[in-house]
């Protein structure tokens, strides 16, 4: 099975960013690990800053892969675009976060990602993604 994790805006800092909140570890570490973990998987991994390039990867992906795991970060609450892509793509979109977006600010509440996404996944930490693969096993 082909599954994309898509990560979004600063998550390109994991293990220094506000490590209390997204913890320690890099994503490229942990992506290493997961690569191992789950090796019947082909696990492909693809960050950006920016909005068009994060919908031009899920139109690149999204008529053949699997799955994608997304974590959309900031643009989950604000990006009507993105929510857009998920529901244009054949790909099924589990979407996913490292902390519990809900018991955190209001504005971290809505997602214009869940309404068009086969499941979510919040809270666990880096965990999370895991839960995600597993789902689409
Ligand atoms: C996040 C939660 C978002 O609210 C935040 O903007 C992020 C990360 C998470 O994984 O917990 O950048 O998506």
């Known amino acids: ?20 909140i997204y913890g320690s570890l890099t994503f490229t570490d942990f992506f290493e690990t997961i690569k191992e973990k789950y090796n019947t998987v082909e696990l492909t991994y693809f960050q950006s800053n920016t909005e068009g390039d994060l919908i031009d990867k899920m139109h690149e992906v999204g008529f053949s892969f699997d799955g994608i795991v997304l974590n959309a970060a900031a643009y989950t609450h604000t990006s009507v675009a993105l929510g857009d892509a998920v529901k244009a793509i054949e790909t099924p979109v589990v979407e996913v976060h490292i902390s519990n977006t809900f018991a955190r600010e209001a504005f971290r509440h809505q997602s214009y990602i869940s309404p068009n996404a086969k499941g979510v996944i919040l809270g666990f930490g880096l965990q999370s993604y895991e839960l995600a693969i597993q789902s689409f096993l």
């Open 1 to 20: 099975k082909k599954i994309l994790i898509l990560n979004g805006p600063n998550l390109n800092l994991l293990g220094k960013r506000e490590p209390a």
